[in-house]
């Protein structure tokens, strides 16, 4: 079935950049659209950012302009650039992939989720 897991979080001041990556293992997913996702502390799990199989990207407007988002098929591992970093981005991050035919912005529409990783921005 295959499984994914997250790396790169941590804590960085307002204005840091993060750079967080998502390496898959059992299987390739090479055909699928992979997302990021985040869950703060009292809140439900959000979209962030997802990238289907040929480079084509979608964004939360949260995030637009400040977040990339990329893959590396050959490495079977995407990843979340995260620049100009606000306090409101602390979350832990999540990476899934889509198994949906919608656009894939709902977290209904994702599985295979990955374990997470904690990001902290001080103000």
């Known amino acids: 079935q295959g499984q994914l897991v997250e790396s790169g979080g941590g804590l960085v001041q307002a204005g840091g950049s993060l750079r967080l990556s998502c390496a898959a293992s059992g299987r390739t997913f090479n055909s699928y659209t992979m997302g990021w996702f985040r869950q703060a502390p009292g809140k439900e799990r959000e979209f962030v950012a997802a990238?289907?199989?040929?480079?084509?990207?979608y964004y939360a407007d949260s995030v637009k302009g400040r977040f990339i988002i990329s893959r590396d098929n050959a490495k079977n591992t995407q990843y979340l650039q995260m620049n100009s970093l606000k306090p409101e981005d602390t979350a832990v991050y999540y990476c899934?992939?889509?198994?949906?035919?919608?656009?894939?912005?709902?977290?209904?529409?994702?599985?295979?989720w990955g374990q997470g990783t904690q990001v902290t921005v001080s103000s």
């Open positions: 899934a992939v889509h198994l949906g035919i919608t656009s894939p912005r709902r977290v209904a529409d994702f599985g295979l």
């Open positions: 990238i289907s199989w040929n480079g084509g990207t």
